[in-house]
């Protein structure tokens, strides 16, 4: 499959149609997705008329939108008008969106072809996609491994080929944990870039929607047409510098790469230490000049997201009641048709997260927990500023495994939970990190995380541009 | 992990949800355990420390109090609506 550049430049100078696109498209996803499961629904008749209609516009000599023709998936949580989004939840399985998330109607806009909606993890809670009320996927490289989560779909579609680019979100490490174990780019960039509004809230202080793609060149040209303030979000950022999609950086000359030494502890998996080891060998020979820093904060950001997203999710889901959308559940009184419609509408990890969240912000706990995570989180960010003083961006693994087995852990909260060990902070924190891909260990992918201060998007993408031609793209 | 005071009945009341025994009894059993794993926050000393629930630096942002009509909009919202007649939204009674 083409990149999403490639097929931007040939649509434009007429060496291919927008139908061409779509139709290659298309027909990787008939002859693979049978055996991976990334797709919930694929839009076929809507992207070939939209295709065509862009067709027609390029004949007419009318402007050639910037995204003319790229076909793109997008993750079940994400608003398109007149589209079921059922962020993979039973409860929402027969929800169509009312109106286009801003991301949507930016796309929309720019000319790519919306192909289908992914599946992902039950309103984004979990890192295998395997809480899923629809259907399991698979991982492209080994069929019996998890493709890692929530954005399991949108990762999986890229690595296989079945689209160029895709969308997801990012709330603890959604999108770049399922791009290193799928072997793809993923970036998460910094909370408030790219608006949130028409996507379906897990954490709000956290959520940040982001990119899938082949290259790190693709993920860029993605985010800079969905970033920017939107009127709809009120925690969207003013930009002064918009993402640079053509990114030319042959090297990292004078740029300081920190590597906390909290990250590379004991017990780490010694193929994937191994692997980020030549992964810093690459940059200094890229002439970066490597530290290593110390975020002594660090062991604590996972009990910190742990309290602070289910309390924000279980708010968010407080919204979910059977009675404007869903099942309206047949019930003596009105308390038990939501205790009801919740009930047989959610699955165990919404159930167990809301419970959490709930008992946290419940009377006597509130300030324990709630509150002192804020604090914490707080003096994690305040670590992080510290140490970006000191160095340009901060490395580390994506994730502490490799793709692991469908079934290995899913009865296992808090294993599971383990599995975002070091993506969570750049959430609580809000600045933009990037998953590129950076070896095998089992002919699985090994993910870089590239973490950069607020607003630094470009700087990461930059490095992660420069090392991506030197440690090479992964076969499929 | 025996300090952890984890009421079910009482979240599960909270959480508008009702629970099968199996998953009452799963549940029971793991959030203890997480909220115990949580706790370990209380070793950090934050006494210096003004939490945040927001990092950024933004302000409030205004608008102008405008309706916005959009017709395909408001028809979706009412195709979503589980029970309705004609235009108009059927919902339970509040009051007894």
């Known amino acids: 499959m083409k990149s999403a550049l490639e097929i931007r430049d040939a649509v434009r100078d007429g060496k291919m149609t927008a139908l061409q696109a779509v139709e290659e498209s298309l027909a990787v996803i008939k002859e693979n997705d049978h055996k991976i499961g990334a797709f919930l629904e694929v839009f076929e008749t809507e992207a070939r008329e939209r295709a065509k209609q862009i067709d027609e516009d390029i004949k007419k000599k009318k402007d050639v939108p910037r995204l003319a023709g790229v076909p793109i998936a997008i993750k079940d949580n994400i608003l398109y008008q007149g589209h079921t989004a059922s962020a993979g939840s039973k409860i929402l399985e027969n929800y169509k969106a009312a109106y286009n998330s801003t991301v949507v109607e930016r796309l929309l806009a720019a000319g790519a072809i919306i192909i289908g909606r992914t599946n992902m993890d039950e309103f984004a809670m979990g890192s295998s996609t395997e809480t899923s009320a629809f259907q399991k996927?698979?991982?492209?490289?080994?069929?019996?491994?998890?493709p890692g989560g929530s954005s399991g779909g949108s990762a999986a579609a890229v690595a296989a080929g079945m689209v160029p680019v895709a969308l997801g979100s990012d709330t603890g490490g959604s999108i770049r944990q399922p791009a290193a174990l799928c072997g793809v780019v993923g970036i998460k960039p910094t909370y408030g870039r790219v608006s949130r509004y028409g996507v379906i809230a897990l954490g709000s202080s956290l959520d940040q929607i982001g990119v899938f793609g082949r290259n790190v060149a693709d993920a860029a040209l993605i985010l800079e047409v969905i970033e920017g303030?939107?009127?709809?979000?009120?925690?969207?950022?003013?930009?002064?510098?918009?993402?640079?999609?053509?990114?030319?950086?042959p090297n990292l000359k004078g740029v300081k790469i920190g590597v906390p030494?909290?990250?590379f502890v004991d017990g780490m998996d010694e193929r994937i230490r191994r692997q980020i080891e030549e992964a810093i060998e690459s940059m200094r020979e890229l002439e970066a000049e490597i530290v290593e820093i110390s975020l002594p904060l660090s062991e604590y950001a996972l009990p910190t997201y742990y309290i602070i997203q289910p309390a924000e999710s279980s708010s968010n889901m407080a919204r979910f009641d059977g009675m404007r959308y869903g099942t309206r559940a047949k019930a003596s009184?009105?308390?038990?048709?939501?205790?009801?419609?919740?009930?047989?509408?959610?699955?165990?990890?919404?159930?167990?997260?809301?419970?959490?969240?709930?008992?946290?912000?419940?009377?006597?706990?509130?300030?324990?927990?709630?509150?002192?995570?804020?604090?914490?989180?707080?003096?994690?960010?305040?670590?992080?500023?510290?140490?970006?003083?000191?160095?340009?961006?901060?490395?580390?693994?994506?994730?502490?495994?490799?793709?692991?087995?469908?079934?290995?852990?899913?009865?296992?909260?808090l294993t599971m939970y383990l599995a975002d060990i070091f993506t969570i902070t750049a959430n609580l924190a809000g600045i933009p990190a990037i998953s590129i891909p950076c070896g095998t260990v089992d002919k699985l992918p090994v993910?870089?995380?590239?973490?950069?201060?607020?607003?630094?998007?470009?700087?990461?993408?930059?490095?992660?541009?420069?090392?991506?031609?030197?440690?090479?793209?992964?076969?499929? | 992990m025996s300090n952890i005071e984890f009421d079910i009945d009482k979240v599960a009341d909270l959480s508008m949800l009702s629970l099968s025994d199996e998953e009452r009894t799963q549940l029971e059993e793991q959030l203890p355990s997480i909220v115990a794993y949580v706790s370990k926050l209380h070793e950090v000393d934050t006494s210096n420390v003004s939490p945040k629930a927001y990092l950024t630096q933004e302000k409030n942002v205004f608008r102008d109090d405008v309706v916005v009509r959009d017709d395909q909009e408001i028809e979706q919202v009412i195709a979503n609506f589980p029970k309705k007649t004609g235009k108009a939204l059927e919902v339970p009674g509040v009051f007894e």
């Not at chain 1, 996927?137 to 069929?143: C, E, I, S, V, W």
């Not at chain 1, 630094?456 to 499929?476: Q, T």
């Open chain 1, 229 to 249: 303030q939107d009127e709809h979000d009120a925690t969207s950022l003013q930009l002064s510098e918009t993402t640079v999609a053509e990114i030319m950086s």
């Open chain 1, 333 to 413: 009184s009105l308390e038990e048709s939501y205790q009801s419609a919740r009930g047989s509408g959610f699955g165990r990890e919404v159930k167990r997260r809301i419970m959490l969240g709930n008992y946290i912000l419940s009377a006597g706990y509130y300030d324990a927990y709630y509150k002192k995570a804020l604090a914490v989180k707080t003096a994690i960010f305040e670590e992080l500023q510290q140490a970006f003083k000191k160095v340009d961006l901060i490395i580390s693994p994506t994730s502490p495994s490799v793709a692991w087995d469908i079934g290995e852990k899913f009865d296992d909260p």
């Open chain 1, 137 to 146: 996927t698979r991982n492209p490289h080994n069929t019996d491994k998890v």
């Open chain 1, 447 to 476: 993910g870089l995380q590239i973490m950069g201060p607020v607003l630094g998007d470009n700087k990461v993408l930059e490095a992660a541009a420069a090392l991506e031609k030197s440690i090479g793209k992964l076969e499929l």
């Open chain 1, 261 to 263: 030494k909290e990250y």
